[in-house]
C-alpha cells in the first residue's frame, strides 16, 4: 500500500526557510513522479512542483522558480521541497503526491 507523510511545517517570519520533507512507503521512489500541492484557505488547491521517477527533472509553478527547490534521498525514499524567501501568500496545507496518493498534508505558516 502507498502511503506518503509529510513533515517539516511550521510557523516561520517572511524571508525564512522551510524544508518540508514528504516520506514515502509501499514503493520506491524510482516508481513514480512526485509532486507538491498546497491549499491555501478559501482557495483551490494548486501546483507547486514536481521531480521525475529518475529524479533527473524538476519542474516549478512560476511563483516558485527561484525560490523553491524539489530534490531526492532514494536511500531514505523521502522527497524534500526546501523553500527559500517565503512569503505571507505561501501560508498554506502542503501536501506530496505518488500517482493517486495522498499524503494527509502538513500546515507551513509565514507570518511575523
Known amino acids: 500500500q502507498l502511503q506518503l507523510v509529510e513533515s517539516g511545517g511550521e510557523l516561520v517570519q517572511p524571508g525564512g526557510s522551510l524544508r518540508l520533507s514528504c516520506a514515502a512507503s509501499g514503493f520506491t521512489l524510482d516508481d513514480y513522479a512526485i509532486g507538491w500541492f498546497r491549499q491555501a484557505p478559501g482557495k483551490e488547491r494548486e501546483w507547486v512542483s514536481c521531480i521525475s521517477s529518475s529524479g533527473g527533472s524538476t519542474y516549478y509553478a512560476d511563483s516558485m522558480k527561484g525560490r523553491f527547490t524539489i530534490s531526492k534521498d532514494r536511500a531514505k525514499n523521502t522527497v524534500y521541497l526546501q523553500m527559500n524567501n517565503l512569503k505571507p501568500e505561501d501560508t498554506a496545507l502542503y501536501y506530496c503526491?505518488?500517482?493517486?496518493?495522498w499524503g494527509q498534508g502538513i500546515q507551513v505558516t509565514v507570518s511575523s
Open positions: 503526491k505518488a500517482d493517486t496518493t
